[in-house]
């Protein structure tokens, strides 16, 4: 640091819930697309709700005017604000680009969602979280310059309003790891090839962003802490070197803040270290600094603003407020200059926890959402001005809730722990695989190249609107059953009406794929306005697992046998699996994952005997976070995987042969975790595809895969409808690659957001296209 180098704020936060506490953004930008309000409401509307944050953040302890609040909005996702800004557009949208070179909100939203025949960007999962980004494709001839000066408008913004704020962007190192090679790219080209010709633009956007004021800028660079990129740490280090050397160098700069959230940035802290860059995060919640830093790096360290991320960005506890103090202060062994911060951004965890009405008065005390954790961050930046006495109360409220919390009923369940110490191997062992096979195959009767959904059907608004008024005891439970028995009624005559050979039940009754059974388990609470954002306007409710887990009751057994009653086709019983739920919760911190998960395990244990019971010959226990949750180093993920998979077995190894196991995985990497999805010994297993245009194939190829497969051909998360043709090409790539024996026909995921006449249509169209390859077969 120098001493013309502003000083970076004593406290901070690297993010914040952008969807609005209602999910304003999320109405107006659904409502853009709907063309309800044109794209000039739908931005006065997104400043509206900027103006409303940055004064919140101001009332619960961060400064006007010293670049402790980050400029973090977003439309749809950070990673696609970089693309944009930095004109990363596949040849397919060059159109989206304007003649002068610029690229406005309908392009953007056009890479976030497709149209008419062009695909949009493939999506997938942003490190270990739920929250999705869109992956950029980068070739040899992308032309990248400056597209969009988005940012640098909303720091005017900003300062128009007497703010001084910090502008975030993901960082170049990171945003090429994160992107992919064009369609036609030569073997071996790599996005981080191009580091070269991307900085440039880089360095333009810190000029503009000096020329308005801005005093810091953020770039977070999570791809360091990763492993399993298309590069050797060599390599990254050496990018890092090139890009941060670089951008230090340029004269009319803000001071540049650097973020290495999720984990340990490893070998790459070092070239942070050494390069012209004057503050740096450390996330002390899923890491520590390394204790054999060697001279050089603490010579350089000492230079540096250490950011302490140690309140939690991905978790809603309160925690340990005294330990995170300590954590901070502990950095100031390498530099006297150290401020406090989260861990991540809180774009994870709801707004507040004053918006929960009905959660137990015990448990909001044990509870911090967005709000509560810049309150802490706020304590913490006192205690560094004031010293620790100044904060003691605060620390020891904070100590005494976490005390509260461990000694609670139902935290510990005696006849839950008993159960789980009783388990041994044979609980987690299905038995052989032939015999199974032959034994589902009389069972169940399946043309080759069988087709199915993957379990949710649209939820219309008058499901929704049925949901809330038996919420408000405007209907009664049986009206309820009744209303929701009709929609499964129409739900089963359609798919038997388009051909589907196996049958779901469409799920109406859940309005999440989570919150559904943790309203139906004992150990969790669900909330009122607890919501996150998963991707675009897409948004969640976590459930909050508290407690030790167990089922009072059957949970999906009459759904699923008021279905089968109404056809011969075999209906699918719909599950979702323990390590799925455990990831789109908010988990307790108490004890290790892995045993929480068994509990979890047991109980779903006894949802599929009761299925199995009641004649529903094939259940699907959905998976889709078991690679979300993979540690994202190399050296910690066998335990993981040892535990997660142990716990899907322990679920689903009660049945006998003739029943069917299936489980799904969506963006999830196939390849990385190809030998923990054999591990699972699911019969069937669906994964998506179809974005990815059937990538997986060449992993299952590459690995082999001896169990059913059914990779997507219908990517949901776009509102195109397929072609018979473009499916039937997929359809053909898989067939290549799979087994006739062993393929399924399926989209990539639950159709819960889509409408009803794509659906239709699309689903037609799948069924058309699998029917013209069995043709040919």
């Known amino acids: 640091m120098t001493d013309s180098t502003p000083s970076f704020p004593t406290g901070t936060i690297l993010g914040y819930p952008r969807i609005g506490r209602r999910r304003e953004l999320k109405h107006a930008v659904e409502a853009a697309w709907a063309g309800r309000i044109g794209l000039d409401e739908l931005e006065r509307i997104a ?264 309140i939690d960005g991905h978790n809603v506890w309160r925690g340990d407020l005294a330990a995170a103090f300590a954590a901070a202060s502990s950095l100031r062994e390498l530099s006297e200059h150290v401020s406090v911060s989260t861990s991540t951004s809180l774009l994870h965890v709801p707004h507040d926890t004053a918006d929960e009405p009905v959660l137990d008065a015990r448990l909001l005390s044990w509870l911090a959402f967005a709000d509560q954790k810049v309150e802490q961050v706020a304590v913490l930046a006192r205690g560094f001005v004031q010293g620790r006495d100044a904060i003691a109360a605060e620390l020891d409220a904070a100590s005494a809730a976490l005390a509260d919390k461990l000694d609670a009923p139902g935290v510990r369940v005696s006849a839950v722990r008993e159960r789980q110490a009783a388990l041994s191997p044979i609980d987690r062992e299905r038995g052989d695989e032939d015999e199974r096979v032959s034994s589902q195959s009389a069972a169940l009767g399946l043309p080759s190249l069988p087709t199915t959904t993957i379990g949710s059907f649209p939820q219309t608004a008058d499901i929704r609107r049925a949901r809330s008024c038996l919420l408000r005891g405007e209907l009664s439970h049986d009206e309820y ?152 180093r190399e050296r910690n993920r066998p335990s993981y995987l040892d535990w997660s998979v142990g716990a899907f077995r322990l679920a689903a190894s009660g049945v006998v042969p003739a029943t069917q196991i299936h489980t799904h995985l969506c963006y999830s990497e196939f390849g990385t975790v190809i030998d923990a999805i054999r591990g699972l010994d699911a019969d069937v297993t669906s994964i998506e595809a179809a974005r990815s245009r059937m990538e997986i194939v060449d992993d299952i190829a590459a690995n082999g895969f001896d169990h059913g497969i059914g990779p997507g051909v219908y990517d949901i998360h776009s509102p195109r409808v397929p072609s018979v043709a473009e499916v039937v090409e997929l359809i053909d790539r898989a067939v290549a690659a799979v087994p006739e024996k062993l393929l399924w026909i399926n989209p990539d995921c639950g159709l819960k957001t889509r409408g009803y006449d794509e659906t239709v249509a699309s689903l037609r169209n799948v069924v058309e296209a699998t029917r013209q390859v069995r043709a040919r077969l």
């Open 481 to 632: 059953v009744a209303l929701m028995r009709a929609e499964i009624g129409r739900v089963v005559e359609l798919q038997e009406e388009i051909g589907l050979d196996v049958i779901v039940h469409g799920e109406p009754e859940r309005n999440d794929m989570v919150q559904y059974f943790a309203e139906n388990l004992d150990g969790f609470a669900v909330t009122t306005n607890g919501w996150v954002q998963s991707y675009g306007s897409r948004c969640t409710r976590p459930s909050i697992l508290w407690g030790d887990v167990s089922r009072p009751a059957p949970i999906t057994v009459d759904w699923s046998t008021y279905a089968q009653s109404l056809t011969p086709k075999p209906v699918k019983g719909m599950l979702t699996g323990p390590v799925t739920i455990l990831a789109w919760s908010f988990v307790r911190d108490d004890q290790p994952l892995g045993e929480t998960a068994d509990q979890v395990a047991l109980a779903l244990r006894d949802e599929i005997a009761d299925l199995e019971a009641a004649g529903i010959g094939v259940i699907q226990v959905d998976e889709p976070a078991l690679r979300e949750l993979l540690p994202l």
């Open 47 to 310: 400043a509206d709700l900027r103006r409303t944050t940055r004064e919140r953040l101001v009332q619960l302890g961060l400064g006007r005017d010293d670049s402790s609040i980050p400029e973090s909005f977003s439309f749809y996702d950070q990673v696609l604000d970089a693309a944009v800004t930095v004109a990363a557009v596949p040849t397919r949208f060059a159109d989206v680009v304007a003649a002068d070179g610029s690229i406005d909100l309908t392009g953007y939203f056009a890479l976030a969602r497709g149209r008419a025949e062009d695909a949009p960007l493939e999506m997938t999962k942003w490190f270990d979280s739920n929250y999705h980004y869109l992956v950029p494709e980068i070739g040899a001839a992308t032309d990248f310059h400056l597209a969009s000066d988005r940012l640098v408008r909303e720091v005017e913004e900003a300062r128009a309003d007497g703010f001084v704020t910090r502008p975030t962007i993901v960082g170049p190192v990171t945003f090429l790891l994160l992107s992919k090679a064009a369609d036609g790219e030569a073997e071996g080209f790599r996005p981080l090839d191009r580091l070269a010709d991307l900085l440039p633009v880089y360095v333009e956007l810190l000029e503009r962003l000096a020329a308005v004021g801005a005093q810091w800028v953020q770039l977070d660079e999570p791809g360091l802490v990763a492993d399993g990129f298309d590069a050797t740490d060599a390599e990254i280090t050496a990018a890092v070197t090139q890009a941060y050397e670089l951008l230090g160098a340029v004269a009319a700069r803000p001071s540049l803040f650097v973020t290495t959230p999720y984990g340990e940035p490893g070998a790459a802290l070092g070239a942070l270290a050494a390069s012209p860059v004057e503050a740096l995060h450390l996330d002390l919640v899923r890491g520590s600094v390394p204790a054999d830093l060697d001279d050089d790096t603490r010579r350089a360290l000492a230079t540096k603003t250490l950011v302490a991320g140690v």
